[in-house]
């Protein structure tokens, strides 16, 4: 069994900026994909960013040039680095990896974008 802890959610006002973080309790460098969903109530839960086993990141389009996906392999951690944030972007945040053949979902942040 795999956890998947997110942290760094919060309060934001447009333009500003916050640094999502999820610790894995396993190691994340074989996992198969490691990305961020995020959901708002009443829709379906949306792929944000993702990284894949030796690939480059993706991300949906509404993000690109505005958010930044990463991992640390040493310590376990994926991150998602969000810039220019926008009232849109309002949503739980989940951290999400395939390991094998299994995934798992962290329990969320949120990060609401208001003035």
């Known amino acids: 069994q795999v956890q998947l802890v997110e942290s760094g959610g919060g309060l934001v006002q447009p333009g500003g900026s916050l640094r999502l973080s999820c610790a894995a309790s396993?190691?994340?460098?074989?996992?198969?994909?490691m990305a961020w969903y995020r959901q708002v109530p009443g829709k379906q839960r949306e792929m944000v960013a993702a990284?894949?086993?030796?690939?480059?990141?993706t991300y949906t389009d509404s993000v690109k040039g505005r958010f930044t996906i990463s991992g640390d392999n040493a310590n376990n951690m994926l991150y998602l680095e969000m810039n220019n944030l926008k009232p849109e972007d309002t949503a739980t945040y989940y951290c999400?990896?395939?390991?094998?053949?299994?995934?798992?979902w962290g329990q969320g942040t949120q990060v609401t974008v208001s003035s």
């Open positions: 396993a190691s994340i460098y074989s996992t198969k994909i």
């Open positions: 999400y990896g395939l390991f094998l053949y299994t995934a798992y």
């Open positions: 990284l894949r086993g030796g690939g480059s990141p």
